[in-house]
């Protein structure tokens, strides 16, 4: 149990974990990075024909056009090309960050509160920008009252409606960092179990060590299982959290 837990403690790489680079930090640069070679490769790739070719340029054309087609033209409509760049980073960051994090001993980005805050705090700033350019800081104010409503009584749903609009930042930050951080603990728990069985076996082959074969085989198949649901499970908090952000830019474009 201490090295499970241990697993997903912040430890400080350089300095401390105040203002040093911790472990989450690191893999999340390194998530970042892996983003960002995926992307550059794609396209260089992608200029030298007009017909995609190779495995790697089809799956990831599929995937942008996925995010273009169902998350920015479905929900946003005639604007979906101001926003797509935003909307398309936010998804392949969280990706990147779900497979860094099934690589045994890395620590994602997003596996921490603190970046999925930082992501929703992105996403909340950029949907509020939005609104503001569009009907100016005090229309934007009074966009939040529904339309129809006199004094008093537009006071109160004023100030709920501020209250949701806040609360959208605090759900989108624990919705993605407690899927992935419950998906990290599964991971952790079945590779602790599958280690149990396979280390007798290590140590020489007797009746024991052979009886115990066949529960290590599946624990260790059980754990490959897992290890795909969790990266199944990342894509589909990449498409929840991207998602929720384009609805979120349709409803200040629309107000």
């Not at 779900?98 to 994602?108: A, D, K, R, W, Y």
């Not at 930050?173 to 951080?181: E, P, S």
């Amino acid at each position: 149990m201490d090295e499970l837990l241990d697993g997903f403690m912040t430890h400080a790489i350089a300095g401390d974990t105040t203002v040093g680079l911790t472990n989450y930090i690191f893999w999340m640069c390194v998530a970042l990075a892996l983003m960002l070679v995926a992307v550059f490769v794609f396209k260089k790739k992608q200029a030298k024909s007009l017909v995609p070719q190779g495995t790697f340029v089809n799956a990831m054309e599929f995937v942008v056009e996925y995010v273009r087609d169902d998350m920015c033209k479905s929900i946003l409509g005639d604007t979906w090309k101001k926003h797509f760049s935003f909307l398309s980073a936010i998804f392949f960051f969280i990706v990147a960050n779900s497979i860094v994090g099934v690589i045994p001993g890395c620590h994602p980005g997003t596996g921490t509160i603190g970046v999925t805050s930082a992501l929703a705090l992105c996403s909340f700033v950029y949907f509020i920008v939005v609104g503001v350019k569009r009907m100016g800081p005090i229309g934007y104010l009074k966009s939040l009252a529904p339309e129809g409503i006199g004094f008093p009584m537009n006071v109160p749903l004023w100030i709920i409606e501020v209250f949701s609009t806040f609360l959208r930042l605090i759900t989108l930050a624990v919705r993605l960092f407690c899927n992935m951080f419950a998906g990290h603990v599964v991971m952790g728990a079945f590779a602790i179990l599958a280690s149990l069985f396979v280390q007798p076996l290590l140590q020489g082959f007797s009746a024991v060590a052979l009886g115990q074969a066949g529960a290590s085989i599946f624990w260790i198949i059980i754990l490959i299982i897992i290890y795909a649901v969790e990266i199944m499970v990342g894509v589909i908090q990449a498409y929840v959290f991207t998602l929720l952000s384009s609805v979120y830019i349709q409803l200040v474009e629309n107000e």
